[in-house]
């Protein structure tokens, strides 16, 4: 019954790997965002979706390529991955843009 | 640079006081958020006040909203070990419908004493 889940849960790779993250939300919401959250618990935005079209782009390497295939599903694809992307990701959903966010657990990425 | 500031960084308090936090922010805003988060998990959504509302309650939480100073305050009332979390404000201060996102502060790491 996890309203936001996302997969895996940790991730330790090496420099230079590609990576994906998966998130899935069952709450029916339209919206749903990346953030970055720091070592210093800063957390900052990355994307947001609403109903599969992207709308918020938050200056973020192109490196970093979210994939929404359907309105339930928000994924983040990380190619070339360097030391600096270690943090952990959080995955998030609402029902309006701007309203209250539901949050998924994190994956927690190091990268070495 | 960040919209929201937290005040205190820290704050540790027995176990049934009250504790307060504040937050500060930078431009005018749609609305204000707060969440917490326990240590190695997800954000967790509390409470949302609107621009033109000046106070909200839910249960043992009590949020002011002070617009002409861009400022807020969350207040937990007989506070439980269970309260012990990192607390977070984050506006919505965008112009453009459509467009809506959040800005975090940094943060006040709350830790009650039994």
């Known amino acids: 019954d996890t309203a936001v889940s996302q997969t895996p849960k940790y991730l330790v790779t090496q420099m230079g790997n590609d990576k994906s993250i998966k998130c899935e939300q069952n709450?029916?919401?339209?919206?749903m965002y990346w953030y970055k959250q720091d070592s210093k618990k800063f957390l900052k935005i990355m994307f947001s979706?609403?109903?599969?079209?992207?709308?918020i782009n938050e200056t973020v390497p192109n490196r970093f390529s979210p994939k929404s295939p359907d309105k339930a599903h928000l994924n983040l694809h990380i190619n070339s991955l360097e030391l600096g992307d270690s943090a952990v990701y959080f995955c998030?959903?609402?029902?309006?843009?701007?309203?209250?966010?539901?949050f998924g657990p994190g994956t927690r990425l190091l990268v070495l | 640079s960040q919209q929201g500031e937290e005040d205190p960084q820290a704050l540790s308090i027995q176990e049934g006081e009250n504790a307060t936090m504040n937050c500060s922010y930078k431009?005018?805003?749609?609305?204000l958020q707060w969440y917490r988060q326990n240590s190695g998990r997800g954000l967790v959504h509390l409470i949302l006040?609107?621009?033109?509302?000046r106070e909200k309650h839910s249960g043992r939480l009590r949020v002011t909203l002070d617009t002409s100073k861009k400022s807020s305050s969350l207040l937990i009332t007989a506070s439980r070990a269970a309260d012990t979390a990192s607390y977070f404000c984050?506006?919505?201060?965008?112009?453009?419908?459509?467009?809506?996102?959040?800005?975090f502060g940094t943060g006040t790491r709350l830790t009650i004493i039994p």
């Open positions: 984050a506006t919505d201060a965008s112009k453009k419908f459509g467009n809506e996102k959040l800005t």
């Open positions: 006040i609107r621009s033109n509302e």
């Open positions: 709450l029916g919401h339209d919206t």
């Open positions: 998030a959903s609402s029902h309006i843009a701007g309203g209250a966010q539901y």
């Open positions: 979706y609403n109903n599969k079209e992207l709308i």
């Open positions: 431009t005018s805003i749609n609305n």
